[in-house]
Antibody, heavy 118, light 107 residues
Framework: EVQLVQSGAEVKKPGESLKISCKGS????????IGWVRQMPGKGLEWMGI????????RYSPSLQGQVTISVDKSTSTAYLQWSSLKASDTAMYYC???????????WGQGTMVTVSS | AIQVTQSPSSLSASVGDRVTITCRAS??????VAWYQQKPGKPPKLLIY???SLASGVPSRFSGTGSGTGFTLTISSLQPEDLATYYC?????????FGQGTKLENK
């Protein structure tokens, strides 16, 4: 079964760092781009960025460039989304998703809820 | 960046109704549009890709049309399990923007 399994919910304080993960299984991980999508509480979907595990080619949304880092570990079939200094406005559900032919996301992770509060 | 404007933002409909949701892109994006359904507390689910191709396992009452700048998602006969929020997404150029979403509610 093709699936993406994300790490668990996180509660952090402003200024702290965080790295969440998305592990792929059931397919050749290096052959499909993996995207990250943010959904703030009660709001819509926001495309954050995308990475190609084969060569780590990464693209970011201009609105988020510099705020987050997307990376991948091919050896463990895992993609990561990380922050060096969290803000309260980073409170959201974060989804990873597999891109097929870079024209749709066919498989989604279950989501990781990140709460940033003092 | 390409802007994607989705309408309406909410829609009330009854079981059996034909429902249409529209997305407009700020520039020509060929057929690079996908549609998703999201239910509360769940990740989005792919319905349509390449503007009109039905994803595997998706009921045939869902269909997508359009090219260039205008796209529609149609549910031919609304079922109770279709009450959800729907999003379009363009894949023509980065960033791969989503529409604002359409919340489909029971009339």
């Amino acid at each position: 079964e093709v699936q993406l399994v994300q790490s668990g919910a996180e509660v952090k304080k402003p200024g702290e760092s965080l790295k969440i993960s998305c592990k792929g299984s059931g397919y050749k991980f290096t052959s499909n781009w993996i995207g990250w999508v943010r959904q703030m509480p009660g709001k819509g979907l926001e495309w954050m960025g995308i990475i190609y595990p084969g060569d780590s080619d990464t693209r970011y949304s201009p609105s988020l460039q510099g705020q987050v880092t997307i990376s991948v570990d091919k050896s463990t079939s895992t993609a990561y989304l990380q922050w060096s200094s969290l803000k309260a406005s980073d409170t959201a559900m974060y989804y990873c998703a597999r891109a097929v032919a870079v024209n749709h996301f066919d498989i989604w992770g279950q989501g990781t809820m990140v709460t940033v509060s003092s | 960046a390409i802007q994607v404007t989705q309408s309406p933002s909410s829609l009330s409909a009854s079981v059996g109704d034909r429902v249409t949701i529209t997305c407009r892109a700020s520039q020509d994006i060929s057929n690079a549009v996908a549609w998703y359904q999201q239910k509360p507390g769940k990740p989005p689910k792919l319905l349509i890709y390449d503007a009109s191709s039905l994803a595997s396992g998706v009921p045939s009452r869902f269909s997508g049309t359009g090219s260039g700048t205008g796209f529609t998602l149609t549910i031919s006969s609304l079922q109770p399990e279709d009450l959800a929020t729907y999003y379009c997404q363009q894949f023509n150029s980065y960033p791969y923007t989503f529409g604002q979403g359409t919340k489909l509610e029971n009339k």
